[in-house]
C-alpha cells in the first residue's frame, strides 16, 4: 500500500473522472472535496478505535467564561476537538503544580461572580462548558482528535487510503455533475467494496497484534510555555 501526498490523491481522483489533465475539474477545485471526504473517512475509522490521536490544548480564557464553542473556530486551540477526555485547570500566572481538576457533570453548579477557577464541566451535544470564574484561568484539555485539514499538496495520506480516498473524492464529484452517465455507478461500487477491504484489513491487524482495545497515540498540541498560550 503506498503513501500518496495530497497532491497525487488529487491527481488520482482527477484520472478516475476521466480528467487526467484537471481542464474540467482544477487542483484547488478537487482540494475541497478531498479535504471533507478525508474528515469523512477517518471519522468512519474511529468508529472502529482506529486512527485516533490524543491531543492537549493549553489556553487562557477570560473571567466569566462558561462557553467554551468558540474555541473549536479555526486557528483556535480546540479546533480538531472530537470529545473531551480530561481538564485541569489554574489561576493564570501560577505555575503548572497548581492544576486543579475539572470535574464532569450533567449539570454545572451555579456561582456567584467571585468564583475561583473551573471546578467544572460539561459535555453535551458537541458543546463544552466550564464554570466561571472570577479571575482569568489557564487550562488544559486532554481530548480525543479529528484528523488535520489537508492544506499542504505535499502532505501525506494516511498509509493505505489514499486509494480509497480518491476514489470516495470522485465519486462524490461525480454526484454534483449528475452522474456523469455510468461513471456514478462504478465508482460507488468501488468505493463500497475497498471500504470493506480497508475495514477487514485493520481489524485482521488489530487481532494480529493481540492488543485489545488498541492504544492511543498521545502527543501535546501546540507546543507552549508553561502559562499557556493567551486567548484573551
Given at each position: 500500500?503506498?503513501?500518496?501526498?495530497?497532491?497525487?490523491?488529487?491527481?488520482?481522483?482527477?484520472a478516475l473522472?476521466?480528467?487526467p489533465?484537471?481542464?474540467?475539474?482544477?487542483?484547488?477545485?478537487l482540494r475541497?472535496?478531498i479535504d471533507q471526504?478525508n474528515?469523512?473517512?477517518?471519522i468512519?475509522?474511529?468508529t472502529?478505535?482506529l486512527?485516533?490521536?490524543?491531543?492537549?490544548?493549553?489556553f487562557?480564557?477570560a473571567?466569566?467564561i462558561?462557553?467554551?464553542t468558540?474555541?473549536?473556530q479555526?486557528g483556535?486551540p480546540?479546533?480538531?476537538?472530537?470529545?473531551?477526555?480530561e481538564i485541569?485547570?489554574?489561576?493564570?500566572g501560577?505555575?503548572?503544580t497548581?492544576y486543579?481538576?475539572s470535574?464532569?457533570v450533567?449539570?454545572?453548579?451555579?456561582?456567584?461572580?467571585?468564583n475561583?477557577?473551573?471546578e467544572?464541566y460539561?459535555?453535551?451535544?458537541?458543546?463544552l462548558?466550564?464554570?466561571?470564574?472570577g479571575t482569568?484561568v489557564?487550562?488544559?484539555?486532554?481530548?480525543?482528535?479529528?484528523?488535520?485539514?489537508?492544506v499542504?499538496?505535499?502532505?501525506?495520506?494516511?498509509?493505505?487510503?489514499?486509494?480509497?480516498?480518491?476514489l470516495m473524492?470522485a465519486?462524490?464529484?461525480?454526484?454534483?455533475?449528475?452522474?456523469?452517465?455510468?461513471?456514478?455507478?462504478q465508482?460507488?461500487?468501488d468505493?463500497k467494496s475497498?471500504?470493506?477491504?480497508?475495514r477487514?484489513?485493520f481489524?485482521m491487524q488489530?487481532?494480529?497484534?493481540n492488543?485489545?482495545?488498541?492504544?492511543?497515540r498521545?502527543?501535546i498540541?501546540?507546543?507552549?510555555?508553561?502559562?499557556g498560550s493567551?486567548?484573551?
Open positions: 500500500m503506498a503513501l500518496l501526498s495530497m497532491l497525487q490523491v488529487n491527481d488520482r481522483a482527477a473522472l476521466d480528467d489533465g484537471h481542464r474540467r475539474f482544477s487542483t484547488n477545485y475541497a472535496h471526504q474528515e469523512q473517512m477517518l468512519s475509522l474511529c472502529l478505535g486512527q485516533q490521536q490524543e491531543q492537549t490544548a493549553i487562557n480564557i473571567p466569566q462558561t462557553d467554551l468558540p474555541y473549536f479555526n483556535q480546540l479546533q480538531y476537538l472530537l470529545r473531551p477526555k485541569d485547570w489554574k489561576i493564570t501560577l505555575p503548572d497548581a486543579n481538576t470535574w464532569p450533567e449539570e454545572l453548579d451555579d456561582v456567584s461572580p467571585s475561583l477557577g473551573c467544572q460539561t459535555w453535551i451535544g458537541g458543546s462548558q466550564v464554570t466561571p470564574s482569568a489557564t487550562l488544559r484539555i486532554r481530548y480525543l482528535a479529528l484528523a488535520e485539514s489537508i499542504d499538496p505535499n502532505q501525506q495520506i494516511v498509509l493505505g487510503l489514499g486509494f480509497l480516498l480518491a473524492t465519486r462524490f464529484v461525480c454526484s454534483l455533475n449528475n452522474g456523469m452517465g455510468t461513471l456514478a455507478k465508482l460507488d461500487a468505493v475497498n471500504k470493506r477491504n480497508v477487514n484489513l481489524v488489530q487481532q494480529g497484534r492488543v485489545f482495545p488498541r492504544g492511543i498521545r502527543t498540541y501546540p507546543t507552549i510555555s508553561a502559562g493567551s486567548y484573551i
